[in-house]
């Protein structure tokens, strides 16, 4: 399977617990490592195109892109267990890290209300969804295999047992779809592995190249953007005009994040990017004076100044730790 790049002039490629392998107006090919996962279950960065690289600090890299040389593909075959799991993570599928998988659970749920994705996947891409499912079955090696569909997908995979849940908002979150096969919400020696990652899977043994690009719902339809891609073009040729005050939300709009600008672009867990007008006063940034009232408004009472000393020296298991 050939993929085709539509990607922008620009891509930016967001380091959430990666350590970039690039320096500035180095020179890279399509599907070349740019960055390294620092965290389990985390996949490796790839060039969505070939290009030099604009900009890099512990957020993001920046590409310009061109037409250049791409990698040449990886040998998968043979492998399987553990050897088989890191190599997907180093070609950039992000795979879970489990010691121990009894019960494999593929959720091909969309999660929210208005998302598409996984079912779009399921419709159009079930060959890839296949070798994907494979191939995490030879890395797990689990008792038994479940897909979790809801009741108006007719698609399947092979050797499966196929579980139908309501199509309802919030049983489609992994730990509810646990719950509804196995009967408990958080089951020892249970991995619940999101359509999406299954077809970054299968991306990787079909043509032996890393993951470059992904399945985003926009608009009322679902279709594969390269990796990178700026979410304000994806929604300018969607026919979207962005103005200030504007918010555009990545995800469903009940768990979704705001993007921080329309430059940011499109990773593997992005699986919608959508735009909400927004009537508010657009805020202007304006010097902290400690004078505490953001605190007492919050109802967590965070001080963000705390948050922000988290986010920039990257302590995000303390973070967690103390629930920010």
Do not use: W
């Amino acid at each position: 399977m050939t993929i085709q790049n539509t990607s922008a002039a620009l891509a930016e490629m967001n380091l959430t617990r990666h350590c970039p392998l690039v320096t500035c107006d180095q020179k890279v090919k399509r599907g070349e490592r740019i960055a390294t996962a620092s965290a389990p279950g985390l996949g490796d960065i790839h060039a969505p195109s070939a290009g030099t690289v604009e900009h890099v600090d512990p957020y993001r890299v920046r590409l310009a892109l061109d037409h250049g040389e791409t990698v040449g593909p990886e040998v998968l075959d043979g492998l399987s267990g553990p050897e088989l799991l890191a190599r997907l993570r180093t070609l950039g599928a992000d795979v879970p890290a489990c010691d121990q998988v009894d019960t494999l659970i593929i959720n091909a749920m969309d999660e929210e209300p208005g998302l598409l994705s996984r079912r779009t996947l399921l419709a159009e891409r079930l060959e890839l969804l296949k070798a994907g499912a494979e191939a995490l079955v030879r890395g797990f090696v689990p008792v038994d295999v479940v897909l979790a569909v809801p009741g108006s997908v007719r698609e399947s995979l092979p050797d499966m047992e196929v579980r139908v849940l309501p199509d309802q908002y919030p049983q489609a979150l992994d730990p509810l779809v646990a719950k509804a096969v196995t009967g408990i919400e958080m089951p020892d020696n249970t991995l619940v592995v999101g359509l999406e990652t299954v077809f970054h899977a299968g991306l990787i043994m079909d043509t032996g190249l890393p993951v470059m690009e992904t399945m985003v719902t926009v608009g009322n339809s679902s279709r594969l953007i390269p990796l990178g891609t700026p979410v304000g073009e994806i929604l300018s040729t969607d026919g979207e005009t962005i103005r200030d005050g504007d918010r555009i939300v990545l995800g469903g709009v009940l768990r979704g994040t705001a993007a921080a600008s329309p430059g940011q672009g499109v990773d593997r867990l992005t699986t919608a990017v959508s735009l909400t007008r927004n009537p508010a006063p657009v805020a202007v940034d304006a010097a902290c004076v400690g004078c505490g009232e953001c605190v007492r408004r919050c109802p967590a009472r965070l001080d963000p100044s705390m948050i922000t000393s988290y986010a920039e020296f990257g302590q995000y298991d303390k973070a967690r730790a103390e629930h920010v």
